[in-house]
């Protein structure tokens, strides 16, 4: 089972390797047309986040280093458009308990039409950080350098003593 984890962990990150590397190709064509304006600065700033964020992954992939898991974990969450999440809810909310004039046929089509590739995006992301997940809680816990035991029955036997 671990070997699967851990492909899967390496095709997550194969995964967010490509997406990084269309992150610095945005990024190149993004800085030729830029106006250096307060907008274009934060965009810039948001690529770069994704290039961070894709450097901790790949180190704590590779390392099997569980605080930089945590701290990816941490930054792919903080990376999802919770606000147009949002705003996918509400839509199908109005739809449900309001008078629409719309058949259902329609609604899912004006919804597919404008939310698709949102929804897309979140579903793969929340697929990734699920993966990443797993992989985290498969890393080993961490061991004491004394005894080459884990830490909490490391620290019994030192009160026992």
Not at 36 to 45: E, Q
Not at 73 to 85: D, G, H, S, T
Request: charged share 20%; glycine share 6%; with cysteine.
């Amino acid at each position: 089972m671990s070997v699967f984890i851990d492909c899967s962990a390496y095709m997550a990150l194969v995964y967010e390797g490509s997406a990084a590397f269309l992150v610095m190709v945005q990024m190149i064509n993004f800085s030729k047309i830029m106006k250096f304006d307060m907008l274009d600065v934060v965009i810039i700033l948001q690529a770069m986040c994704k290039l961070l964020c894709f450097g901790v992954f790949a180190v704590g992939v590779v390392g099997r280093n569980k605080l930089l898991m945590r701290l990816w974990l941490l930054m792919a969450y903080l990376q999802i458009r919770w606000l147009a999440i949002g705003d996918v809810f509400i839509t199908i909310f109005h739809y449900l308990f309001n008078d629409h004039d719309k058949s259902r046929q329609q609604f899912l089509q004006e919804l597919s039409d404008n939310h698709g590739p949102l929804i897309g995006q979140v579903l793969t992301r929340f697929g990734i950080i699920l993966i990443a997940y797993r992989f985290f809680k498969s890393l080993e816990p961490r061991k004491s350098k004394q005894y080459g035991i884990p830490l909490d029955q490391a620290a019994a036997e030192l009160k026992a003593k």
